[in-house]
C-alpha cells in the first residue's frame, strides 16, 4: 500500500481537485440551483456496501460529477437567493486548505500555540472592525472565539450564566430559571434551553416591548429570570430587536444578555450600519456567523464575551493526559475551556486570510454591494403592483408576496388565499431551476424571502430573479 | 473590487495552495514536531488591526511560513507520537476540497439532497465494516450521524436520554439523574453532564466492577440512574471496559449506555480486533471518531444509535423558515435534529472519499501497520531494563516509562521520584524537536504515552524515535 500521504501523490491529486472546483464555479449557472432530485435517489445510485479494493480519484471525480452534483442545491450560485448565505471565497477556501493540511488539534495553547494565538489576534481585529466595547476583547479582558454555529456559542453562553446563576442562588432553582426571546428568536435559543436542561414551560416568546411585565411576573411567581436573548436581523424578516431598552431591562433583574447577530452582524463593520448594535456595550456576549454574510465557508461562529471566566468556570475539564506547563502558567488561553468540545480545527486561519486578503476597505464595499442590490431588487418589487414588500428592507433581505386579486369577501379566506398562491409561485420559480428563495410565515403571512449575499451574484442575476419571478406570478394569476 | 470567487483567479491560487501544502509534506521532517515558542510569540510579530487594504497571497503565505509554521506543532510529522493521532490522508484532503468547494449547508434533506444521502449511506457502510448489529443502521431503523466531536455525540445521546427518563418520571427529577463513568472514562463525560445540566454531586467516576453497588445505592438513596458511559480503549492506556457485563447491569436499571470507542473505533473494522466491541448489541449507542484513526482529519465523529427517535424527540425544532414538503412527508432524514447544531458541513464527503480511495483492504492493513510498528516499540521499550511498559498494549499505544535507580528507601519518595525523572525525560525529549510525546498519570504513577498513528510514520520514524528516547534517558540517569 502506498503511503496514503504521498507528498507528490497528494500534489498531483490535490490539483486535480482545484481544476475540479474551479471548473465548477465557472459552469455553476449551468446547474439548477434547487436540486430537483427524489427522497432516495442516492440509493439506488451506490453500491451497498464499502469497496474492498481501492478505487481511482478519477472515478470517484466522475460519480461526484454524476451523483453528487445533481443532489445539491448550488449555495454558491450566482442564483442563490434563500434562506441566508453561506459564500466562500477565494480567500476562506485557501484559509480552510492550509488548516486541513495542517490539521492541528488545537484544543490547548500547548497543543499548536499558534492556532490560539491566532484566533485571539483576529478576534481583537474583528473586534475592532465593529467597534465592539474594549471590555468583549482581550486587550479589555474580555475575549472572542470561534465556535463552530452559533447553536453551540448560545448553549455556550447558556451554560455559562445558568452555572453562575446557581452558584449564586442554590442548585435546586434549576427549575425555576427562565430564558426569553421574542417570537422572531432564532429555534438556536429553544434548542439551547432544551439541551441544557431549562425546563420547557420556562422558555419565553415574547413581544420585545412587553419584555419587563412578563419579567416581573415571573419573578412575582417564584420564578428566576436568567437568560435573554437579542437578535439584531431576524431570520425571517432581518427585524431589530432594541438592545438597549432590552438590556435596561436585563440589568434590573440580573440576566445575562446575549446579541445574536448571526447574519446582520458582518455589515456592522460598515460605519453606516453600525447603530444596529447600538446599546451592546449592556450586553453579555455577542456573536455573528462569519459563514453567513463574511466571505467564509462553514463552520465559523464569531463569539466574544465580557467575562471570559463564567465561560470557564462552566465549561473547563482539566484530565491528567491534558496537564501541561503552560496551562499552568495561567499565561495562555485554552479555547477547549470555552467551547463544548474538545477537539477543534483551526478556523482562524479562515479568517485571518478573509481579512488580509480583501482589507476592510474590500469587505465594506463587498458587503455595501449586497445591500445596494438588494435596494434594486426592492425596488422593481415596489414598482409592479401586482407584489407588495412585506417588511421594512434593513440589509440584503427582501420580503415579498404577489397580492391576489381579490376574488371572496371572506377576509379570512383572502388571507389563506394569498398564501397559498404564493406557496405556488414560490414552488413554481424554484422548480424551474432558474432560482432558489425561501419562504417564512410572520403573523399569518407567507413571505416570499430573497436574501442577495451569494459572492457570485451580480446585478444582472438581481434583474433576471426577478423577470423570472414575474413571469411565473403573470402564469399564476392568469390561470388562477 | 475583483469577485472574491473569480474562477480563473480562484483557479491560480488553488495550484499555489495545493504546492505549498505538498512542499510542507515534503519538508515535515525538518521542523521540530513540538512547537517551541514562547505564549504571546505572535502578538509581537502581527500587526494591531486588519489592513484596510488587501495583502496578496503571496505575502501571506511568507508569512504563514514565517509565522505561523513555527507556532504549530506538527501533528501530521511522521515524529508525532503524542495524545491520539489525527491522521490525514489524500483522499481526506480531497474530500475536505470539495465540500468546501461547493460549501453547502445540509440542516435537512431538502437544503441539499446529496449531504444527507450520502451520509445515511456511508454510515451503513461503515456501521457493516464494524460488523454493527443492525439495529444501529438504517437498514435496520436506527442509524448514523456525522458529528464534529465526541464531546458533542456524548452530549446529545445523554440529552436523549435525560428527556426519555423524564418523560417517564416526572421532570421534577432532574436533580436526581445520575450519570456513570470509570474514571478512566474521557473528560468529554463529565463536560457534557455539566452542560446537560445534571447535578455535579450526581456524575459517578466508579471502577466498572463496582458499578452493579453503586447504581443501586443510589437508588435506595432516591436517585435515578440514567446514563453510563463505557469505554472501548481509554484516553490514557486503551484499557477496555467490559460491555456486556456493564450493559446487564445498566438494563436491570434502565439506563443508557453509550460505548465510547474514539481512538480504538476504527480497529474494529479489523476481524481479529473487533472482539474488543463483541456486546455492543446491549448499548444505544455507538462513537468512533473518524478524525482519530481513520485516515481522517477534524473533525468527523461517527455516531449511531438504535433510537433515532430518542434523539429527534430531544433535539428537534420546527421554525417556519425551514418548513418544507420533504420534512412533512417524512420521507427523509432531517440531520439537524440529530445534532446540536443547525448548520452543518458536508462531512459525508470526506468519509466517503477516504472509503472509496483505500478500500476496506488496504485501510485494515493500514491499522495493522500501526498496530505492527506498536509492537515493535513495545518489544524495543521490553528489552531495555532500565524501562518498563506500564499498560497491556492493545493496539497503537505503548504506556512505558524509565526505571530509577531506587536511591531512597521510602516508597513514597520513590514514586515521586521515578514521576520526576519521567517528567524530565519527556520534557527533555520533547524539547529537543526530533519527537512528540505525551503523558498521562494512572494511579499516581507518571507514564510516558507513545502512540503510533501518523500517516506518515513508517519503522524507521519508531526505531529512530526509541533511540533518542534511550540517549535522553542515558543523559538525565548518568546526571542524576
Ligand atoms: C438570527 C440567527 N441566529 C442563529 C442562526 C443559526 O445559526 P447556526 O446555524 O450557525 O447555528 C441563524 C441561521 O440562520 C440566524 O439567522
Ligand atoms: C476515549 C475518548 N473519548 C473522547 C475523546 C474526545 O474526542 P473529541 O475531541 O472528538 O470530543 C477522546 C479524545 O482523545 C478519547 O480518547
Redesign the interface.
Known amino acids: 500500500?502506498v503511503?496514503?500521504?504521498?507528498?507528490?501523490?497528494?500534489?498531483r491529486?490535490?490539483?486535480m481537485?482545484?481544476?475540479?472546483?474551479?471548473?465548477?464555479?465557472?459552469d455553476i449557472e449551468s446547474y439548477k440551483v434547487l436540486?430537483q432530485?427524489e427522497?432516495?435517489?442516492?440509493?439506488k445510485l451506490?453500491p451497498e456496501?464499502?469497496?474492498?479494493?481501492?478505487?481511482s480519484?478519477e472515478t470517484?471525480l466522475q460519480d461526484?460529477q454524476k451523483?453528487?452534483?445533481?443532489?445539491?442545491?448550488?449555495?454558491?450560485s450566482p442564483n442563490y437567493f434563500a434562506?441566508f448565505p453561506?459564500?466562500?471565497?477565494?480567500?476562506?477556501?485557501?484559509g480552510?486548505?492550509?488548516s486541513?493540511?495542517?490539521?492541528?488539534?488545537g484544543f490547548n495553547?500547548m497543543?499548536?500555540?499558534?492556532?490560539t494565538?491566532?484566533e485571539?489576534?483576529?478576534m481583537d481585529?474583528?473586534g475592532?472592525?465593529l467597534m465592539l466595547p474594549k471590555s468583549f476583547l482581550f486587550k479589555g479582558n474580555g475575549g472572542g472565539v470561534l465556535q463552530?454555529?452559533?447553536?453551540?456559542a448560545i448553549?455556550c453562553t447558556l451554560?455559562a450564566a445558568?452555572?453562575q446563576m446557581l452558584n449564586r442562588c442554590g442548585?435546586?432553582k434549576?427549575?425555576k430559571l427562565v430564558v426569553y426571546g421574542s417570537d422572531q428568536t432564532?429555534?438556536?435559543l429553544?434548542?439551547a434551553a432544551?439541551?441544557?436542561?431549562?425546563?420547557?414551560k420556562n422558555f419565553r416568546a415574547i413581544k420585545t416591548s412587553k419584555l419587563r411585565n412578563a419579567v416581573q411576573a415571573d419573578v412575582e411567581a417564584g420564578l428566576v429570570p436568567l437568560f435573554l436573548c437579542a437578535t439584531v436581523g431576524t431570520?425571517?424578516t432581518n427585524a431589530i430587536d432594541p438592545i438597549e431598552p432590552l438590556c435596561e431591562v436585563a440589568k434590573d433583574f440580573n440576566m445575562w444578555v446575549h446579541v445574536d447577530a448571526a447574519y446582520a452582524g458582518s455589515a456592522c463593520i460598515c460605519p453606516e450600519f453600525r447603530h444596529f448594535i447600538d446599546g451592546i456595550e449592556g450586553a453579555n456576549s455577542f456573536t455573528l456567523?462569519a459563514?453567513k454574510w463574511f466571505?467564509t465557508?462553514?463552520?465559523c461562529c464569531c463569539l466574544w464575551v465580557k467575562d471570559p471566566s463564567a465561560l470557564i468556570k462552566?465549561?473547563s475539564?482539566?484530565?491528567?493526559?491534558l496537564?501541561n506547563k503552560?496551562t499552568d502558567?495561567k499565561?495562555?488561553v485554552d479555547y477547549k475551556d470555552w467551547q463544548?468540545?474538545?477537539?477543534?480545527?483551526f478556523r482562524a486561519?479562515k479568517l485571518w486570510?478573509v481579512?488580509?486578503?480583501?482589507?476592510?476597505?474590500?469587505l465594506r464595499?463587498?458587503l455595501r454591494?449586497h445591500v445596494k442590490m438588494a435596494k434594486l431588487f426592492e425596488e422593481l418589487v415596489r414598482n409592479d403592483n401586482k407584489f407588495e414588500v412585506m417588511a421594512p428592507r434593513n440589509f440584503a433581505l427582501v420580503c415579498f408576496r404577489v397580492l391576489p386579486w381579490p376574488n371572496d369577501n371572506s377576509v379570512a379566506n383572502q388571507v389563506e388565499y394569498a398564501n397559498e398562491l404564493n406557496k405556488e409561485l414560490l414552488e413554481s420559480i424554484n422548480g424551474s431551476g432558474n432560482v432558489y428563495m425561501?419562504?417564512?410565515?410572520?403573523d399569518g403571512a407567507y413571505i416570499i424571502?430573497c436574501v442577495i449575499g451569494a459572492?457570485?451574484t451580480?446585478e444582472r442575476h438581481v434583474i433576471r430573479a426577478w423577470k423570472v419571478i414575474q413571469e411565473h406570478a403573470d402564469a399564476l394569476l392568469s390561470k388562477n
Chains 1, 2 share one sequence.
Open positions: 500500500m503511503n496514503p500521504l504521498d507528498p507528490e501523490e497528494f500534489r491529486q490535490g490539483h481537485l482545484i481544476d475540479f472546483i474551479a471548473d465548477y464555479y465557472q436540486s432530485v427522497p432516495g435517489y442516492l440509493k451506490l456496501s464499502a469497496p474492498y479494493y481501492p478505487e480519484i470517484i461526484v451523483y453528487i452534483i445533481p443532489g445539491i442545491t448550488h449555495w454558491q434562506y453561506s459564500s466562500g471565497s477565494t480567500a476562506d477556501f485557501l480552510e486548505i492550509l486541513t493540511g495542517f490539521n492541528v488539534v495553547w497543543s499548536s500555540p499558534a492556532a494565538e491566532l485571539c489576534i483576529v481585529w474583528l475592532e472592525m463552530g454555529t452559533t447553536c453551540e448553549l451554560a445558568r452555572d442548585s435546586e434549576m427549575e432564532h429555534s438556536a429553544q434548542k432544551q439541551i441544557a436542561g431549562i425546563h420547557t431570520t425571517s456567523n459563514h466571505l465557508t462553514l463552520d462552566s465549561l475539564t482539566n484530565p491528567e493526559f496537564r503552560a502558567s499565561l495562555v463544548i468540545t474538545l477537539s477543534r480545527r486561519m486570510l481579512l488580509r486578503s480583501y482589507g476592510v476597505a474590500n464595499n463587498f454591494s425561501s419562504s417564512t410565515v410572520v424571502r459572492t457570485l451580480e
